[in-house]
């Protein structure tokens, strides 16, 4: 099967660099400042070009055709070819003679040249009249500049000196631009520890006393994440004592329901009402074993526990509340050694998956299944149904609190949307994962715990 490869680090290389450059403030400032100088710099010689070129060339060009007129004299009429030999190994020139006794040319026509200003050639353009000159004896001397002048200055190494030199330039910028810009990453690993309920850690501010723009924003998600602590803490305390204050009249209604007398008439309203009672009892617990979990101080008492005996006790249990119900089939793939667990806890993740599994997986389908392994990973449980499983826009959800795919809250597949969730922070509080997806048929609930 194909993969489409999503990560930034694939596609062809200006992919690559414009995603970089898109995503990056600090490339982006760097490009800007580049762009900025360039065109600043080109700008500035263009204008001071513009503005001394036609002066200069209008003051230059007596001097250059009294300098032309003077070369000519010393080629002599007729031109003589060693004079002019001479003037070319002396000067950065080209020379070109045409007349009835000499025909000569120094350089070859197909050697590189400078072309004059809206000329085709080295003979050709505005500049032509006035570099060239006619002789008495009817001989035409032309002048040109030799281009082996600038391919010296190339050679010399001017071109890699000014290249490194803006390369050294933008490296400069570029550390510059991060360094200021480096509190943008404080912030950033900030609001993320923020978003995972890491609080204790809060983004540095540079410069505390007199902060700058970034300085301050650090410090107001600071304060925010302050808050949003505080808010956190006040609804887990407020959670925490109605449910403790709710154990006592609840023990009292069940109390007083089962000293109701067992007759005929009662006893179809005693059952309902201990069969609601004992709900809440359970909803009760669960808030509270989730509370205590979501803490960043969730006390585990793990101690080496037969894992096999454990899941297989569970399972009996399970199998004696559902009575009718299709029963669970329990696989173990080998002897497996005592595994350092919260027992209690683990049980407790037995018992809600497994009841999840009961509740959707139907009447006339196959029990659920409870796998145990062992892999490099850790202890593998594997509980699945085999019902109609849950659409794939809702498995990532399933295990949020309260949220629950069945959203008639049928009384026959019964839950609060609190199973999974306990499961899953029983899960993370023992260092290991929980994985949900859709088994065609039905729903896999896939933990992995570390041995360690």
């Known amino acids: 099967m194909s993969r489409v490869c999503r990560q930034p680090a694939c596609g062809p290389w200006h992919r690559r660099a414009r995603q970089a450059v898109r995503r990056s403030i600090h490339l982006r400032l760097v490009l800007l400042f580049l762009v900025l100088a360039l065109a600043m710099t080109v700008t500035f ?127 400069l910028a570029y550390w510059y631009v991060r360094r200021l810009l480096r509190p943008l990453d404080d912030i950033r690993q900030g609001a993320l520890r923020f978003g995972a309920g890491n609080f204790e850690a809060s983004i540095p501010v540079r410069h505390a006393l007199r902060p700058d723009e970034l300085g301050q924003l650090a410090a107001t998600i600071n304060t925010m994440g302050q808050d949003i602590h505080q808010m956190l803490e006040a609804k887990r305390a407020l959670l925490l004592a109605i449910s403790h204050e709710l154990r006592s009249p609840l023990t009292r209604a069940r109390l007083h329901t089962e000293l109701l007398p067992a007759t005929h008439e009662v006893q179809p309203q005693r059952d309902a009402l201990l069969r609601d009672l004992g709900e809440m009892a359970r909803l009760i617990t669960d808030l509270l074993e989730s509370e205590r979990l979501a803490g960043r101080h969730s006390a585990l008492h793990k101690e080496p526990t037969d894992i096999v005996a454990l899941a297989r006790a569970v399972v009996q249990e399970m199998n004696a509340c559902h009575f009718g119900s299709p029963a669970i089939d329990l696989q173990v793939d080998a002897a497996m050694p005592p595994v350092l667990i919260d027992a209690t806890r683990l049980r407790l993740l037995l018992r809600n998956l497994l009841d999840n599994a009961l509740r959707y997986g139907g009447q006339d389908k196959p029990g659920p299944r409870l796998h145990l392994q062992q892999t490099s990973a850790g202890l593998e449980i594997e509980v699945r149904d085999f019902g109609s499983g849950v659409p794939e826009d809702q498995i990532e959800r399933l295990a949020e609190p309260f949220y629950r795919a069945d959203a008639a809250r049928q009384r026959s597949t019964g839950g609060v949307g609190l199973g999974l969730y306990l499961c899953r922070l029983v899960a993370q509080a023992h260092g290991g994962t929980l994985v949900l997806g859709n088994a065609r048929p039905g729903l896999r609930v896939t933990v992995t715990l570390p041995l360690g």
């Open 45 to 171: 010689i263009g204008g001071v070009q513009s503005a001394f070129s036609v002066g200069w060339r209008d003051a230059a060009r007596p001097l250059l055709a009294d300098y032309v007129d003077r070369l000519v004299t010393e080629i002599g009429s007729p031109p003589s070819v060693e004079r002019a030999q001479a003037i070319v190994q002396r000067l950065p020139i080209m020379m070109r003679i045409e007349g009835p006794q000499v025909q000569w040319i120094s350089h070859p026509e197909d050697r590189p040249v400078v072309r004059w200003r809206g000329g085709r050639g080295p003979w050709d353009g505005d500049s032509r009249e006035l570099l060239r000159k006619q002789t008495a004896d009817g001989h035409t001397i032309e002048f040109a500049l030799n281009r082996a002048v600038l391919d010296g200055a190339h050679r010399s190494g001017a071109i890699w000196l000014t290249l490194g030199g803006v390369l050294f330039l933008t490296a």
